[in-house]
């Protein structure tokens, strides 16, 4: 079907050419046949001369076809062809097709081409791990009996630590201290092997410390909070000289079996504004419970927190 059309379309833009050409073949058999001239010039007789051709006029050049396009017939329509089918002249003429874009250039092919081309990243160099935040002795991990200075050094960052001379009751010892010239932050830890800094034997928490032992238990908690701790009340000395008390027995509460097999102490002051026939009656030599109210009315708060095996 196509093939027909475009024949059509030939037929027409040459019935075009030939009505534009000026001069024919036909002006060139109309042209009348010149006689030759006779002269007389006695009983001779001059041979007939052989006629010459008449000269044709210089054909002109066709016309472009473009310039034509203007004088072309309208072309019938074919019978024999539906309306949709008909081809008109202008549509012999194929635009020309647009700009193709590059291909894996652009869209998901550009980026399959940079993800190609692109070097690989290098791995981020691994950063050692930061000490905990969150400040809070368990009796397992660097704070379980078979712990040691190294473990501590490899948690904390050996920059946290340091190894001296701390105090003892009738004297001095030697331990692990951690984060020593931070008051807040300050924890020791007493070796059983004090010569290779191993075997965990005994944890401070004392002074202006905000470590957290095992149970919830923290300086400045009252006798109450502790009671709260241990889900009933428990057993504790009197005060010494110094207004200290020291908790004697929790008495089968939570803060009796801890996990991890440790051993909690706690030591008890007394609150600085008590008077001191009310301390006075209440000597080292006895054992009282939390809940007996002489021992409430002086207001005592957790001082110092033993953490053994």
């Not at 062809?81 to 590059?102: E, H, K, N, R, Y």
């Not at 980026?111 to 009796?139: E, G, I, M």
């Not at 301390?279 to 030599?285: C, S």
Request: proline letters at 11%; glycine letters at 10%.
């Amino acid at each position: 079907m196509r093939k027909g059309r475009i024949g059509a379309a030939r037929v027409a833009l040459f019935v075009g050419f030939t009505l534009a050409v000026p001069g024919s073949v036909s002006a060139q058999q109309g042209a009348p046949e010149q006689p030759s001239i006779m002269v007389d010039e006695g009983p001779a007789v001059a041979p007939r001369q052989t006629p010459q051709p008449p000269q044709s006029p210089p054909q002109q050049p066709p016309a472009k076809p473009a310039r034509a396009r203007a004088q072309m017939p309208a072309l019938e329509p074919d019978p024999g062809l539906d309306a949709a089918d008909q081809l008109a002249p202008s549509q012999i003429v194929q635009p020309m097709p647009g700009a193709v874009s590059t291909p894996g250039r652009t869209g998901a092919g550009a980026a399959a081409v940079v993800a190609q081309t692109a070097p690989a990243a290098k791995p981020a160099a691994a950063k050692p791990s930061a000490p905990p935040t969150r400040l809070v002795v368990a009796c397992s991990g660097p704070f379980g009996r078979d712990s040691s200075h190294l473990k501590l050094a490899m948690t904390y960052e050996t920059k946290n630590l340091d190894f001296g001379e701390v105090e003892a009751s009738g004297g001095r010892a030697v331990a692990s201290i951690l984060y020593p010239k931070d008051p807040k932050r300050r924890l020791e830890v007493w070796w059983s092997n004090p010569t290779n800094r191993k075997d965990t034997y005994l944890i401070v928490i004392n002074g202006r410390s905000t470590w957290t032992g095992p149970g919830g238990l923290r300086l400045g908690l009252s006798l109450a909070e502790v009671e709260k701790l241990n889900g009933k009340p428990f057993k504790l000395s009197g005060f010494n000289k110094d207004g200290v008390a020291a908790v004697s027995s929790w008495d089968g509460g939570k803060l009796a079996a801890l996990d991890g097999n440790c051993k909690a102490g706690v030591s008890a002051r007394a609150d600085a504004k008590a008077a001191a026939d009310a301390l006075a009656a209440l000597p080292a030599d006895h054992e009282y419970t939390s809940a007996d109210p002489a021992m409430r009315a002086v207001n005592p708060a957790i001082s110092e927190i033993l953490i053994g095996y």
